[in-house]
């Protein structure tokens, strides 16, 4: 009896000695600096490190393959950064699908889950770019590979769930990174995301602006954009002057001319993506009594005379690039304003991209993901706003979908978001959000109208405005 309690004491011990080592051992990562176990992961080097109440913030680089599919040819580097708050909590995975923003700031759905937020820049987006660059090396698979060999690289740090998101471009991006990696992500929350499924129909957004806001505010922007054009000489001289004092060139798409027509066609469609329909009292009311500098005034303010400048166009050589071969561009008419009016119309993304950079449009890229997400979309929540009129082609979805959603914000612009919504689709999004990150409360799971965001809103940190791009971008 004695020898069995003392095989039994003996037992107990080592049972617990080996319980504590192996806590010790899972908690050891736990117990490294978070700074540390980033920097640990090959290709990974940091540029800069910002302080933000409740987090750390890392501006990192990674090095990254040129093309994906031959690793060996060449890397180069890629910004991304860390808003990270804690390991035991999901990660959001966001893009805006052009730069990266160096400043600390938390997208909508790291506030609803309260968790890392890991955000990248896209490829070919200075200085993000390869040297030299080979811009056929710039498509979807190659940027959805990018955000493959991020996240794989980070999962072992943040191992809890991960959901993708971004806004407009940033919107596509995380649609697209679902279709060629599916699973990898738990959740895809695309705000604003064009499908231009047909490149060269078109007619959606046609329709879109006879019918958007109230008839007032349309022949409010209708009447100063077909001014703009009636005084196109003498509103040239007063761009001619302004591109002499700031040093504006239009090698790229060929001349001050078409640059200004560019501006003022792309007036009322940027109105509705940056503006709401309240803002319609800054239109002027009597376009045709207004001063000179009331047009150009209002359509600067809205469109940007820089837009078209070869200083305005260089940033987003990379977006005309991919608009040009893959993801397509709109073209509208302008019912309002007469033929003789209007020397070019919309311009193809090719009239925005240096001709030494060879570019041929691949049809059948965003048909093969629209047909994608139609039948295989798993968690995906899609989110538009009513008056944008990039959402005149949304993504939609087919039998095939589940757990999926589209949904419209009344009265939004290009900024739309969840809590935008009506009540009930907003409370429906937000607990499959949390559901999606596997941190939805009890009260949540049983009932979905009491859900919101688990982290307090922070007006320094939280983005709530819309991402302003000049010219026609999404």
Request: with cysteine; net charge neutral; charged share 25%.
């Amino acid at each position: 009896m004695r020898k069995a309690l003392r095989w039994l004491l003996a037992l107990t011990v080592l049972i617990g000695t080996l319980s504590t080592a192996g806590a010790a051992t899972a908690a050891e990562p736990e117990a490294t600096d978070i700074k540390d176990r980033l920097l640990a992961i090959p290709g990974m080097s940091l540029i800069q490190e910002k302080p933000y109440p409740g987090y750390r913030f890392f501006v990192l680089n990674y090095t990254q393959p040129v093309d994906h599919r031959h690793p060996s040819k060449g890397t180069f580097q890629q910004r991304i950064t860390v808003l990270h708050k804690d390991v035991s909590r999901p990660t959001v995975f966001y893009t805006s699908g052009y730069n990266v923003s160096t400043t600390p700031g938390r997208r909508e759905p790291t506030q609803i889950v309260d968790g890392n937020q890991v955000s990248m820049e896209y490829r070919f987006f200075t200085p993000s770019r390869p040297a030299p660059a080979d811009w056929s090396k710039l498509d979807i698979w190659q940027a959805a590979s990018d955000q493959h060999r991020i996240f794989e690289a980070l999962k072992p740090v943040y191992s809890k769930k991960w959901i993708s998101t971004g806004g407009s471009k940033g919107g596509m991006t995380a649609t697209y990174y679902e279709r060629f990696y599916p699973r990898d992500m738990d959740g895809v929350v695309a705000y604003v995301a064009p499908n231009d499924v047909v490149n060269k129909e078109d007619s959606a957004y046609d329709r879109f602006f006879t019918t958007v806001g109230t008839k007032e505010c349309r022949d409010r922007l209708n009447a100063v954009q077909r001014e703009a054009l009636v005084r196109r000489e003498p509103l040239k001289k007063k761009y001619e002057a302004y591109a002499a004092e700031n040093g504006l060139t239009f090698d790229t798409i060929g001349s001050l001319d078409r640059a200004y027509e560019a501006v003022v066609l792309d007036y009322v469609w940027g109105f509705w993506q940056y503006s709401l329909l309240k803002d319609c009292d800054r239109i002027p009311a009597d376009a045709k009594n207004a001063t000179d500098d009331e047009i150009w005034d209002s359509v600067d303010t809205i469109s940007g005379f820089s837009a078209y400048a070869d200083q305005g166009l260089e940033t987003y050589y990379p977006y005309y690039y991919q608009a040009g071969t893959q993801l397509g561009a709109p073209t509208i008419h302008f019912p309002s304003i007469e033929k003789q009016y209007i020397r070019y119309g919309y311009q193809p993304p090719r009239n925005f991209v240096p001709r030494s950079i060879p570019m041929k449009f691949q049809s059948w890229v965003m048909r093969d993901v629209d047909t994608w997400v139609r039948h295989n979309a798993r968690h995906m929540l899609f989110v538009y706003g009513q008056n944008d009129p990039w959402g005149a082609e949304p993504f939609r979805l087919g039998r095939g979908a589940r757990d999926s959603y589209v949904f419209t914000a009344p009265g939004m612009n290009h900024g739309a978001n969840v809590a935008g919504l009506v009540p009930e689709e907003k409370a429906l999004a937000t607990a499959r959000v949390l559901e999606w990150a596997g941190v939805a409360p009890a009260a949540v799971q049983a009932d979905p109208s009491a859900a919101k965001p688990l982290a307090k809103f922070d007006a320094k940190l939280d983005k709530r405005d819309v991402e302003r791009e000049t010219a026609l971008r999404p």
